[in-house]
């Protein structure tokens, strides 16, 4: 049965997921309860305005991303930032509620606190779910950074290749219905389409990726959308470890960025 969109249209993003739970483990969590989260400080106060929200992908939760060391990574680029590690797990997106989730646990309560700058960064399927939360919070994010990000069905990719790239590429009018037909195409592919058209929110997008990594397959198709010199690929496959070291890297230059642009 198809799904009107929107706003019902985020419960395919059950339906984007099932390849991905035939995959391997996963973290299912509790929608009946608040998105679990711990919040770890930066280091002194000279940039208590800047929060990084982290999601996950399907095997983790913040237990997971601590064992990691996700937000030592993070200030080991730029350590004043405050980092609020998710445990946002695939049972806060079966039901898409996931944006509503991010904005009422983080995103306000954030606001309120005085941060002014929010950035989102995700893995594997919290990178694809960065792009999904940064589609229904326009404006919110300064930066959205996507590590090796899950990006639907091998049809859509191989549709867009053939048509000589994303750019060229035309997702055609938005739908009625979105269906099994059409679910990526609408969740994921028409937002990156955009940011082609768009300087500003092309500017706004950082991609890493490990060069082993299964899903680096998908970087050819989603690049042209991106700044070259924001694209990092690193050794390794499809590990914190991988992503930990680009983190590093991606954080630093966005602190020298601001700097710049505070001077």
Partial sequence: ????????????????????????????????????????????????????IVLPGRADNVEVMQSFAVAEAIHAG?????????????AYYTDGGLPQRISQQFIQPARAQGYERLILMGASMGGMGSLVVDEAHPGVFEHVVLMAPYLG???????????GGVASWQPGDKPAVVDRSNFDRELLWRQIHSLT??????ARVWLAYGEEDGLAKTVPV???????????????????VVWNAAATEIFARLRAQHAAAAS
Avoid: Y
């Fill in 153 to 163: 069905r091998k049809r859509v990719m191989r549709e867009i290749t053939e048509v």
């Fill in 78 to 90: 730029w350590p004043e930032v405050d980092v609020q590690l998710t445990s946002a797990t695939l």
């Fill in 222 to 240: 989603i690049a042209p959308a991106l700044r070259p010199e924001q694209i990092l690929p690193r050794p390794g496959g499809h590990k914190w």
């Fill in 197 to 202: 058209r768009d300087a500003d929110s092309q």
């Fill in 1 to 52: 049965m198809p799904f009107a969109a929107p706003p019902p249209r985020l419960h395919l993003l059950w339906l984007l997921l099932i390849p991905v739970l035939l995959t391997g483990c996963f973290n299912l969590g509790d929608r009946s309860a608040p998105i679990p989260s711990v919040l770890v400080p930066g280091k002194g106060t000279a940039d208590r305005k800047t929060l990084v």
